[in-house]
């Protein structure tokens, strides 16, 4: 299983979660590029990462009983290495106020939040993996306990596989706030 999606959408508190729950193992992506050397630089925005050196990093990492969380999940990783990736989606409202806690520059807030409307990582995901084995989950003003049960509900098949369910492109245009979240040089 994969869980990816746009910084603050609730990945990683959901993995834990999820994984201890399913008794999977936990392979954090970031925390591998970290500790294995696989970061190249630090930018303003972030950290720059060698995604051929994470990849193969990975492939010793991933067994068929492990959860994979990390918003690069569909850079890193094969189209084999997944049964089912969930794309954790996040209102670019409530996104706004989780950067604005963690002290992102408006520039990396403006990247990720625009992301998150036109669903970068959705569109991603689906490419890499394939829609069969692509789900959307809603965290918004959720609690994780709640996205946690809604990820297992489709991990066993209890619940439908969704793609293209979040519009926040809608939302925003009729809320007239493009101007907002998008930032025209």
Not at 103 to 126: F, H, P, R, T, W
Not at 154 to 164: A, N, P
Request: charged content about 30%.
């Amino acid at each position: 299983m994969v869980i990816t999606g746009n910084p603050g959408v609730g990945k990683h508190t959901v993995a834990k979660m999820v994984a201890k729950k399913l008794d999977l193992k936990l392979i954090d992506i970031n925390t591998v590029a970290i500790k294995k050397n696989a970061i190249i630089m630090k930018d303003n925005i972030g950290y720059v990462v060698d995604l051929r050196k994470l990849s193969s990093l990975l492939r010793r990492e991933i067994t068929k009983d492990c959860l994979v969380v990390g918003h690069l999940a569909p850079y890193v990783l094969k189209k084999g290495d997944a049964g089912l990736v969930i794309v954790l989606r996040r209102s670019p409202y409530e996104l706004k106020k989780v950067y604005a806690k963690r002290g992102y520059s408006e520039q990396k807030a403006i990247d990720n939040i625009s992301s998150e409307i036109i669903g970068v990582c959705l569109y991603d995901a689906v490419k890499k993996f394939g829609k069969d084995k692509v789900a959307e989950v809603d965290s918004t003003t959720k609690k994780a306990e709640r996205v946690t049960d809604e990820i297992i509900s489709i991990f066993k098949r209890k619940s439908k596989r969704l793609v293209g369910k979040v519009d926040w492109l809608s939302l925003i245009v009729k809320n007239d706030d493009l101007q907002k979240f998008f930032v025209y040089r």
